[in-house]
């Protein structure tokens, strides 16, 4: 998992990637590594976390409670 800090806004966090091998993927992993990550990051006085995904993870986010608030495709 990569994360780095919005220079334009210090109290945002973004998701840079993630990935979880294909061999252990489906087991709720993933989910896990991502609120770890926001309540760890919470706590620590972060409010808001950002990223940009691949169409083929978009689902995955949506399912994790992201939002999505802009549709941009190439």
Do not use: P
């Amino acid at each position: 998992m990569t994360l780095s800090i919005d220079e334009t806004d210090k109290s945002v966090i973004r998701l840079v990637s993630v990935a979880v091998d294909s061999n252990f993927q489906n087991q709720g992993i993933g989910f896990l590594l991502l609120k770890q990550v926001i309540d760890d990051h919470q706590n620590r006085g972060y409010v808001a976390f950002s990223l940009t995904a691949r169409a083929s993870d978009h689902d995955f986010y949506l399912k994790n409670d992201y939002l999505d608030i802009i549709n941009y495709y190439m």
